[in-house]
């Protein structure tokens, strides 16, 4: 079965401080991987996708990057945090092989990062 | 374009009655429609989704949805609501116009059962 991790789980930094969050997952090959972010325990914001290894696609412009230097590694980076990167960030997974559950999209259990 | 709308921010029901969280949907094509809850401080789960077939869908936790056509609805629905079920309840639709099958989602509901 898969598994998907993410670490840390809580996360206090500074502003201007650097940022890296990290999410692997286990039991799957060539996923599809994505960064969201929630702020205030609400909507999800699609920040970045990719579809293989060093593929990152970006849906909103901002002060974060991903990368994803292994097949089922992708990271979510800042070289300066701001105030307004505070939020809630989920990772996610998707299987791209055909038929099993070619849509569904599995999160992984989040990072709490508070900005001070 | 896709989006998803819930109109409702948030829904009371007490323990034993019947619940209904609202969600619709415009999408170009044919849509896949998805439903995820979260628990305080955790990840999205999954609960259903619908991609074709019979409208009415089963899915976890004794959940259901039922997907409307005519009125592009996908409401979920729970015959016995539980005090366990209080949670934030998203919809989500597939979208059709990007490389990788992105979900967009509502905005959520916050579900709260009344023991």
């Known amino acids: 079965s898969q598994t998907i991790h993410q670490w840390p789980a809580t996360l206090v930094q500074p502003v201007g401080s650097p940022l890296s969050l990290e999410c692997t997952v286990e039991g799957t090959s060539n996923p599809n991987l994505y960064w969201y972010r929630q702020a205030a325990g609400r909507g999800l914001q699609l920040l970045f996708y990719?579809?293989?290894?060093?593929?990152i696609s970006s849906e909103v412009p901002q002060n974060l990057s991903a990368s994803r230097p292994q097949d089922r590694q992708f990271i979510l980076s800042s070289k300066k945090l701001l105030l307004s990167d505070s939020g809630f960030y989920l990772c996610?997974?998707?299987?791209?092989?055909?038929?099993?559950?070619?849509?569904?999209?599995?999160f992984g259990p989040g990072t709490r990062l508070t900005v001070l | 374009a896709q989006s998803v709308a819930q109109p409702e921010d948030q829904v009371n029901v007490a323990e034993g009655n019947p619940l209904t969280v609202k969600c619709t949907y415009s999408?170009?094509?044919?849509?896949?429609l998805f439903w995820y809850v979260q628990y305080p401080n955790r990840g999205l789960q999954f609960l259903l989704k619908?991609?074709?077939?019979?409208?009415l869908v089963k899915g976890s936790y004794g959940f259901e949805a039922e997907f409307n056509k005519s009125q592009t609805s996908f409401h979920l629905k729970k015959p016995s609501a539980l005090v366990s079920d209080s949670a934030l309840y998203f919809c989500a639709v597939r979208a059709t116009q990007t490389g990788a099958n992105n979900l967009f989602f509502g905005t959520g509901t916050r579900l709260t059962v009344i023991p």
């Open positions: 996610a997974w998707r299987l791209t092989t055909w038929p099993t559950a070619p849509d569904t999209q599995y």
């Open positions: 619908y991609i074709t077939g019979d409208n």
């Open positions: 999408v170009s094509g044919n849509p896949y």
């Open positions: 990719s579809v293989g290894i060093g593929q």
